[in-house]
Structure formats: C-alpha cells, structure tokens
C-alpha cells in the first residue's frame, strides 16, 4: 500500500509543479505585456502633449493638462486688441501633394504660411 500512496503523492508533486510553472509563465507574460501596453500609452500620452502645445498657447495647454481642474471648467482670459480666428483653406488637402515639382509639398506649405502672415498683417 506505501508504493501506491508514495505514487500518488509524487503524481501531485508534479501536477502542482506544473500549475505552479504555468502560473508563473502566465504572470510572466501579463507583467511583460502590461509593461509594453504603458509605455505605448506613454508615447501617446506624450505625443498628445506635443499636439496640444502645437496648437494652443502655452499656457492654455498648461491649463487643460493640470490634473486637478474640473472637467466642466472653461478656459478664458480677457486681453485688449485680440482676435482668435479658425479659417479653412476649401480643397488644400486636394492642392497640397508631395511632388519634386513643389519640393515634396514645402511650396504648397510656403503658400500657406504666405497666406497666414498676410491675414496677420
């Protein structure tokens, strides 16, 4: 009856060594994932920032970047002898193509960026 109960037990010794390695394995694999999934999430993060300060002012990107303003609070400053104006160039996307012609589209940026100076003129 020893060898049997002998048998057994060390049949349970393995079976828990596998499920003890398989575990281990899986947490291994989660961790290694869950490490890749936060640094994508930091370059976005990062790359969201950079987009944000390309297109408003320091300082309002600061503000809506703050961790502790609400999520209904507005941004406004008063200044004297400003404008704010959102205007769109109909067909650009169709004018702008990267060509050897236009020096792979900076020609087509150039006349954009004359046409942004001339209005701030």
Known sequence: MTPVILTVFVLALYLHAQQVESTARLDFLWKLQATEEKEEMEELQAY???LLHNILPKDVAAHFLARERRNDELYYQSCE???VMFASI???SEFYVEL????EG???LRLLNEI????DE
Not at 100 to 103: D, Q, R, S
Not at 116 to 119: E, H, R, S, T, Y
């Open 90 to 92: 109909s067909n650009f």
């Open 116 to 119: 942004i100076a001339d209005f």
């Open 106 to 108: 900076v020609e087509c």
């Open 48 to 50: 969201n920032r950079r």
């Open 81 to 83: 002898c400003v404008a």
């Open 100 to 103: 050897e012609a236009n020096n």
